[in-house]
């Protein structure tokens, strides 16, 4: 029913999608925004079904699932707005003056849409991170035609998703070949897809290995193009002395829920607990004990999950000095989730780089430090993040600034006593980091700020003020903020 | 004198470059611009011994040589003032709620930078895109740390310029490691510097093979880092027919100019220029032979530069059916260049992709095609390119729109009745474009934009106002614009 695209058929959907390039490009923020919005209306209208279909597809709760639609249409109609508001755009004017010497030119720049993108969607969020998700929104908003390569593990859920696309791109007269949607359960169609010269850029969410494979492809190409693959991470969070001895069982509760939620099925799920030891650490221990057992676990998202997840688990648990102080009951032929708290040295976790790895699903490592000076350590030994979390107080934040300077840099976004998981919609969340984390920590797959992963500057010097793009026109018919010989405004400019 | 690092060295120089990284990334916009700006006055303070000594190394006019040390001096006081007036930050801020179910949370996001960066200068500017040049201005604006790859072509120019930049560190005490100045004229060196876990950024300005080469290198590291390489391109030029019966004569003017220019040592040298057969495109070319006639042949930047040129011409030359309609005296025993100007059929240009390639010097091909049709293929046949410039008439404009739509995706600038050279500094310039031309079409060489290629951005999530950057603070103390719950402004933030 979902057999694989052959690679002529892929030439065939990517020459439809660089000749509505063509067109899309050339349209309107309205028009885009619109669209967008038009899909946000046609998914929602697939109401229950939908989520029947995801639910059976994923194992994730219908409450979740729709909280998750929800999520995904206020995407779609979020993202919409900020394309019409066109920020984005970053249109930029100095005024040229032919009358100095040598004459100064007119330069006006704004960023202009790169061509097809190729998505690879995410398995725990089938709709959030998925067909209509945040990378393809993204895409519409910065004009380009999008094709997303079907999930396996959901194909059904994104089959009805792509059709609610596609019957949006119909309303608004869209051009054909604005979006297509690809099977692929075998790897080697999305290696077609990203080696394909008609490929522009490529937006991905999901494991290390998927990540980099993409990545290094699309380097390795003649004309490389980007990715942008969100990889996870292991979202540290630093329990702070005099917060742990104030707040310990606030903590517990927190990370007891952030940690077994959905299964941990998260990329932002805190699987590394920093802290050092102390009387108020035992006290947190028994506490988050308490709260993760009566979490009952439920089945993981799919086969495929619940069998790494059990195999990275087991790798992990089996290194040298790594206790386990809490696990679930566990059933060889089921699919659950096996909800673990598990505790090394401070030592121990320098030594062994295999207990830095992220273990994808309700699993979380503490580790226990001798001293200030080891937990610092174990923070600048930290790989890139998505997020570091701090349980501190003023007191503690005023004792650790080197401790704060250093995980600056080690992430994409830092937060204090909150929990990691939990990624708000909004234009000042970044949801990115530096390496493994991402692929390039200067873009973010969540918030507006993520069009700009499929957008480059453009800078028309001395044209004509009818044959300038809208944006960028004297008049400012779009009234959009413009930054107008280095200073913003949405003022005309005054023809001399 | 100028003999290679080894590695050891290289070692210590990084190791000091991410401890200067510690304390440079916490200093105020204001002291970044300050260091900058010193850092103009004490190379303007070189005075005419630098301009000796580059007139010596590069061949390059005294005149050229002032002019481009004028540039330099402005770029590193214009970025400094873009520096501190922070637009560059991007800061956000979504102010949180906790009276909303569940909890709004408070979100500011800003620029941070990316690490010690290294950056590898061009040959044919040894001020403004070398040493103290742009990418080595806009790493300090982004409050990165900067190790500068010595251009071996000149050494002895680099040299004092380096010099000048560590007296102005010294005079604004920043931090001992803020800089550093390696020699390498083995590749082995730049490979070293850009596989070094402790480099978090490369910049690069050269050729092809060289950018290339780190950009792959970069990519393939266990953690890979991300380049910027200006690899050039050929800058095409459509000479649209009203345009050229109208005003060929200027035309021609303009271009024997812009090609011979400093021997036509210019990354947007117009090395191919493309018409339609026509009488007046024969007046075109008999007037820029007399135009490029009048320019006498100079010595070429360096020897290597002048044995590529020879190659390459050679090469282009002996290409089928490639004629060579004008060229100046030449001496095997010299390394002026030779001024050529070569012509094709649209037909063999298009079957033959040697002939794409970039000739660096004073080298130009016109590709005459037959109609409007071979036109627009050439077009749609065309690499990425930093610039493409039109000669075209209000009425040329309206009748190829769909070439114009085309040529958007070829380039980085799109020139209107002008030449590509002359690359002005202004925040609306974009200096990049589509691979091959650049590494990351996203970002620019040239203008304050290009601060954003060495910086990331971070979201602070629930902090208190006391423990957050200055630039993210309740009462804007810097009182730089930023985007507060979707609004741009300067305002202040009322504490509720």
Redesign the interface.
Known sequence: MYTDHKPQEIDQILAKSKAAF?QY??SSLKERANFMCAIAVEIEALGEELIKVAAEETHLSEKRLYAELKRTIFQLNSYA??AE?G?WL?A???VGNANVT?P??D???ML?P??SVVIFGASNFPFAYSTAGGDTACAFAAGCPVIVKAHPAHVKTSTLVANAILAAADKCNMPEGIFAHVYGADFKVGEYLVKHDMVKAVGFTGSYGGGRAL??LA?QRK????VFAEMGSVNPVFLLPNKLEEDYQWIAEQLSRSITQDMGQFCTNPGLVIAIRSDALDLYINQLIAGVKKVEPVEMLHKGIAKSFRENREKALTQDSVDVIYQSDMDENDQKGIITIAAVSGKSFLSNHQLHEEVFGPYSLLVVCEDEQELLTVAENL??QLTTTLMAT?TD?ENHSHLL??L??K????????VPT?V?V?????H?G???SS????F?AVGA?GI?RF??????????N??LPEELKNQNPLRI?R?VN?E?TKNVILEI
């Open positions: 063509y490009k050339n707005d900020a508001q920020n970053e930029r004017i100095d040598p100064k030119p330069l006006r720049k202009v790169l061509g990545f290094d380097n004309t490389p193009i980007p790989e890139g003023s934040i300077n250093v600056r840099e992430c994409g976004r830092l937060v204090l006593n909150g939990g708000e909004a234009l000042a969340m970044h990115g530096p390496f493994p692929t390039d920590s200067r973010t700020d700009k957008a480059r500057p453009v800078s028309f010097q001395n044209w004509d009818e044959f903020w930054t280095n913003l």
